[in-house]
């Protein structure tokens, strides 16, 4: 079946440091999303990319879709103690909408 | 999303026994979807349902069953529970296209013991 993966699967930073999670498929996709989940509460959609080598921004945040399709990472300059949660792409393949396992992250002030 | 109302919340129950968990919503979404949460997991897809008359199996569906009782509202159910039924499950909706973000209700924590 289709399968996403993200990695780190967790990732430990200072505040002010950056941060970068990586999804990876093995098939090429049509569009990826990102989804935050903080604490306690539900995934929450932040960003959908869909056009090869798209870069978008949102504040701190930077999202990238791969040349060829297949990746995607964000990237999170000078965090802080607001971005702790876990970081989710998922991928909606029409028939089937997949979740990769998620990045942890978490900001030690 | 306030508009997305999941019953329960928390459920405690014991094994064998049927469970509903309810979803509605106000958004006047065509597409809901259910998953299940476990730690290191992440969110894996049982049922999703395009519209009332469409209902269609996601990766782990064995166990469950569903119910699309009218646009707003796609319930859950565990027709006889086990304890490693025991998650975090979502309900979520989209509009009617492909490549709709996806916005979540609150959760319903189930423990089966």
């Known amino acids: 079946g289709q399968q996403v993966m993200q990695i780190p699967q967790y990732q430990h930073v200072q505040e002010g440091e950056d941060f970068t999670t990586y999804c990876n498929s093995s098939?090429?996709?049509?569009?990826i999303q990102w989804y935050k989940q903080r604490p306690g509460g539900h995934p929450v959609f932040l960003i959908q990319?869909?056009?090869?080598?798209e870069v978008k921004k949102q504040k701190r945040l930077t999202f990238q879709f791969g040349e060829a399709k297949k990746n995607s990472s964000l990237h999170i300059t000078a965090t802080q103690t607001t971005d702790v949660g876990t970081y989710f792409c998922?991928?909606?393949?029409?028939?089937?909408?997949?979740f990769g396992p998620g990045t942890r992250l978490s900001v030690l002030p | 999303d306030a508009d997305v109302t999941q019953t329960p919340r928390n459920r405690i129950t014991k094994t064998g026994k049927r469970i509903m968990l309810e979803c509605s919503q106000t958004?006047?979404?065509?597409?809901m979807y259910w998953y299940r949460q476990d730690p290191g997991l992440g969110l894996r897809l049982i049922y999703y349902?395009?519209?009332?008359?469409?209902?269609n199996k996601g990766e782990i569906s064995d166990g469950y069953s569903v119910s699309r009782q009218a646009q707003a509202k796609f319930s859950l159910s565990l027709e006889s529970a086990i304890p490693n039924q025991t998650a975090l499950y979502f309900c979520?909706?989209?509009?009617?296209?492909?490549?709709?973000?996806?916005?979540f209700g609150d959760g319903t924590r189930l423990s089966i013991l």
């Open positions: 979520a909706t989209s509009d009617w296209t492909d490549n709709q973000p996806q916005h």
């Open positions: 098939t090429t996709l049509s569009n």
């Open positions: 990319l869909v056009k090869s080598g």
């Open positions: 998922a991928v909606d393949y029409g028939q089937n909408f997949v």
């Open positions: 958004k006047g979404h065509d597409r």
């Open positions: 349902s395009f519209d009332v008359k469409d209902i």
